[in-house]
């Protein structure tokens, strides 16, 4: 998994929150997404999106072994067949999908393999998977094309196959570089792993990389954080995503604290993770890096095309178990089961499980605070592209940003300052309409 597409944090945060930390991934939130089981959203229907960017996102649910923190519905044990038959579902959902009025002949503008770990695949099954796709449709647009890795499932062979389909940013979920640490929150990798991992990477040509960190792993320190930073940038990878721990009831150590009574209140709490996040992006700044967003630092031309796309508004095809796709302003996600998804769209059925179809002004708000994750809101782009002048939509909540010192405003921008970018989802449910502040905070 990472922090950079949310595929699936929504069942999360459904799930529990921990703590006070509340990572807003989407909106509306999904608690107000309805059952769709038995419906086509009419976004499908429509050609009306089809002049926006396409994104199109594949979810490979399957891990080496369960990390203890995660809470997302992942498979492990797989053999080489199972996965094949899951890939083999997907290719059918996509047929299913391209013959959809909003998708038939549609170019793809980015692509992103995430999960679970997409490295998970081998080299011959993603060959597979790639040509099936190629097959149906016109991957020669891309301007980006993502993967997840996980180190310790990489070669030389299956990265230099990423490179020669097309991949160009490589998102390494590192998250510590303390092997005891990982041994500890159950990660499957360790330090050798990494740098065994990075240097094949480069070695091979990948020119992007992308490492995520986890802060507020157990048994992380102050100095062994620091270390974990330090050696980050040592490796001087183009961006670092930094993830604040958050652990609802469905994972490892809830359910070892239910059992065992391990107190749970021994994991750094929210202001060391917020102090923490903090000093790797000063370190990180002074090494030359700038904040991209609340959660990542990127230097040079490093770019990331999925999430500024996305937040713009963009079109997304998700496919695969549980995936999350946006049409138009329709929100909706596969079935969460395995078995459900591929019994589905074996029958040539699609598999969607729940839906939302946003009004007008839930579409803006939904842009307006994801573009906040990036700390600036330009007035203009929304007045062309919604007919709002922001300013005035949301004069309350920009008034108390203001009032607290967290952003400036002028007739062109909205600014947020670093401190409220570095803790930016405490501030977006003020956004939020009435009725959805409800129980989300
Ligand atoms: S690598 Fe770990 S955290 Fe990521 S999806 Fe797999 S089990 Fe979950």
């Known amino acids: 998994m990472s922090l950079e597409t949310d595929q699936n944090l929504g069942d999360a945060l459904a799930a529990d929150r921990y703590g006070e930390g509340y990572f807003v991934s989407n909106y509306p939130p999904f608690s107000y997404w309805t059952d769709a089981a038995a419906t086509r959203p009419a976004s499908l229907g429509s050609t009306e999106s089809r002049t926006r960017p396409l994104g199109i996102y594949v979810h490979i649910p399957f891990c080496r072994k369960r990390c203890h923190f995660c809470y997302f519905r992942v498979y492990t044990g797989y053999n080489a067949q199972m996965v094949e038959d899951y890939l083999g579902a997907v290719a059918d959902e996509i047929a299913l999908l391209i013959q959809q009025p909003a998708l038939a002949n549609r170019v793809p503008d980015f692509l992103y393999f995430g999960g679970g770990t997409p490295s998970y695949l081998s080299a011959r099954q993603f060959e597979g998977f790639m040509g099936a796709l190629q097959s149906v449709l016109d991957l020669t647009s891309l301007k ?235 007035r203009a782009a929304f007045r062309r592209n919604h007919g709002v002048d922001i300013g005035e939509r949301f004069e309350e909540p920009l008034q108390r940003l203001c009032h607290h010192g967290w952003a400036q405003m002028d007739d062109t921008t909205i600014q947020l300052s670093r401190t409220a970018l570095l803790q930016v989802d405490r501030v977006l449910p003020w956004f939020f309409r009435p009725e959805h502040i409800q129980g989300e905070q």
């Open 144 to 378: 980006e094309f993502t993967f997840e890795c996980e180190p310790g499932t990489l070669s030389r062979g299956k990265l230099e196959s990423l490179l020669a389909a097309g991949v160009g940013r490589l998102s390494l979920g590192v998250e510590h570089f303390d092997s005891t640490i990982l041994d500890g929150n159950g990660r499957a990798h360790n330090e050798d792993d990494i740098y065994e991992a990075y240097q094949m990477a480069r070695a091979v040509g990948f020119q992007q990389i992308n490492i995520d960190l986890i802060a507020g792993l157990a048994g992380d320190t102050d100095s062994s954080w620091d270390d974990a930073v330090r050696r980050t940038l040592e490796l001087q990878p183009e961006s670092v995503t930094i993830y604040q721990l958050e652990l609802p009831y469905n994972t490892t150590f809830h359910r070892e604290s239910r059992e065992s009574g391990r107190d749970l209140g021994e994991f750094p709490d929210w202001p060391t993770k917020r102090r923490w996040t903090d000093r790797a992006f000063e370190r990180m700044e002074s090494a030359g890096y700038y904040l991209a967003s609340g959660y990542t630092a990127a230097r040079g031309a490093a770019t990331f095309v999925y999430r500024d796309a996305l937040w713009e508004g963009a079109d997304l095809m998700g496919v695969g178990v549980s995936a999350f796709s946006k049409i138009g302003d329709t929100h909706y996600q596969n079935d969460k089961h395995i078995d459900g998804y591929t019994t589905r769209v074996r029958a040539g059925v699609l598999p969607i499980m729940r839906s939302y179809e946003m009004t007008a002004d839930e579409a803006l708000i939904r842009e307006v605070i994801l573009q906040l994750k990036r700390g600036r809101l330009d």
